[in-house]
């Protein structure tokens, strides 16, 4: 590991502007992340700035939304009585992941940044487009089984790797804003618009400009407080990032389902919103045929990278078991 600078700055505008003079230099909170890539020696910031002590921990409901402050942590905002109540489904998803000693660390912000979980990606000895633009896509060719299976249309991608969190798949699923402070003022960008597909820059995982920081996320009200399911498929029960996993949510009255969200994690760059399946399942009955029927069709778009096609019926299955649960039907 290379030396560093370690900053304390004293305010989120002293932070931002620490980070916008110097390229390399890189925020740190609960460095779950952070300090695996570090000592891997994937990065090397000549700077970390230490963001713990600033004031984003807070949660609260304003207006017709849950703000969540970048720096709560995941346990904390598991537990929050706001969100339990409002956004049971986020909860849901925050409990999947990793394991409790880690959602005690591991902060809002640094879950929506966290890198892919690729072994190519973290194995310095071999080609990585990720890691290296242009050297190349190792799992393309090697061991695949928990790669991606949906790209951007038809272009070839440049890295299968897949987006590890469990929580952005609920927060894709929720339509939740993700707010950033630079060094040109404040902006919201939807957490459709976070993330990137790795068509053109797979190094670049996020839209975030040079010296950006998240500062909360903000969640809306909705209806889907009864009918919702987390659904992850992992190699273990526990402490495993997903090979398939699917955040189901719906609007039901009267045995009809009259809005409906679902969001996919461990098939994608990022996590993949499942966009058409609002206008399929509007006023029609819920049924196990209905919901193969919808899942059938977004994976035709499906692409399989040799060990994982698998993964294709697997992720249909996943769709069809989370609406079901979603909908209260057997």
Known sequence: MKPFQYLRPKT?????????????ARYIAGGTNLIDLMKRGIVSPSKLIDINHLPLKKIEHKGDRIHIGALALNS????NKLVTVRQPLLVKALLAGASGQLRNMATVGGNLLQRTRCSY???TALPCNKREPGSGCSA???????????FYGNETPSCIAVHPSDMCVALAALDTAVVVTGPNGERRLMMKDLHRLSTAQPELDTYLAPGELITSIEVLDNVFDKHNHYLKVRDRASYAFALV???AALRMEEGKIWDARVALGGVAHKPWRYWAI?????????????????ADHELKSATASGQNAFKIKM???AIVAALKTAAGIS
């Open 140 to 150: 393309k060719e090697g061991i695949n089984r928990t790669h991606a299976i949906f």
């Open 315 to 317: 992720t249909s299955n």
């Open 76 to 79: 904390e905002v598991a537990q």
């Open 121 to 123: 990606f973290y194995d």
């Open 278 to 294: 609002e206008l399929m399942l509007k006023g029609k009955e819920p049924s196990e045929a209905l919901f193969r029927e919808v």
């Open 12 to 24: 989120i505008r002293e932070a931002i502007s620490m980070a916008a003079e110097d390229p390399d």
């Open 245 to 247: 996993s699917v955040a």
